[in-house]
């Protein structure tokens, strides 16, 4: 079985300093991990995501996630928060029981940057 | 670039209704989704197809049916609309990659609303 957890609905952080969307995971196979944006009344974004290889990968908009087997999490990055950065974040795993791509989606979390 | 789009961006029925909400995707997609998104419960899985004609049952399947009667349609059906039906729904496709790594493009939601 699969899941993921977002153990932060709210992230509140000023505009220039890091920040840091949590992501843990839990899957049967290999973890192929999504991040996407969801702007207000918008549909989902695609940001980055983890198949195999390089532990840190690089995404659209400045953003990049470090893959860590060991703590079983990918956390979601960026060196320098904008306003425009404040949006819904959602983490997804390849959800292995079924065919046909399925994804597994965290809850959310509600990112936003103060100017 | 993938172009998922939606019938309707916003869209208020009466109890007992029957509701189409239609989803068409530009890319030659074999396998296409539809989600509900509610605040705290992220987003889960309807019913989803990997081909024409073909559907599979999602996570929350009850109280609604799908048709795919070509490649690049999916059409999600409440029978009769109830008010717990009331929420974000988004569409999203993604091809038959090699490794299943590919990602879904969503569609820019229906918020529907069920008096």
């Known amino acids: 079985a699969q899941s993921v957890a977002q153990p932060e609905d709210q992230v509140n952080v000023a505009e220039g300093n890091p920040l840091t969307v949590k992501c843990t995971y839990s899957?049967?196979?290999?973890?192929?991990l999504f991040w996407y944006v969801q702007y207000p009344n918008r549909g989902l974004q695609f940001l980055l995501k983890y198949i195999t290889g390089d532990n840190l990968v690089k995404g659209s908009y400045g953003f990049e996630a470090e893959f860590n087997k060991s703590q079983t999490s990918f956390h979601l990055k960026k060196p320098s928060a904008l306003v425009s950065d404040s949006a819904l974040y959602f983490c997804?795993?390849?959800?292995w029981g079924t065919g046909a791509n399925n994804l597994f989606f965290g809850t959310g979390t509600r990112l936003t940057v103060i100017p | 670039d993938v172009k998922v789009t939606q019938s309707s961006r916003y869209l208020v029925k009466r109890t007992g209704e029957k509701v189409f909400l239609e989803c068409v995707q530009d890319?030659?997609?074999?396998?296409m989704f539809w989600y509900r998104q509610d605040p705290g419960l992220g987003l889960r899985l309807i019913y989803f197809s990997y081909d024409v004609k073909m559907k599979e049952k999602g996570d929350i399947p009850e109280g609604y049916s799908v048709s795919r009667e070509k490649k690049e349609r999916f059409s999600l059906i409440l029978e009769s609309a109830s008010t717990n039906q009331t929420s974000m729904y988004l569409c999203a496709s993604t091809s038959e990659g090699e490794n299943l790594q590919d990602t879904q493009y969503f569609g820019p939601g229906t918020r529907l609303t069920v008096l």
């Open positions: 899957v049967s196979g290999n973890p192929y």
């Open positions: 997804a795993v390849r959800d």
């Open positions: 890319m030659d997609h074999e396998n």
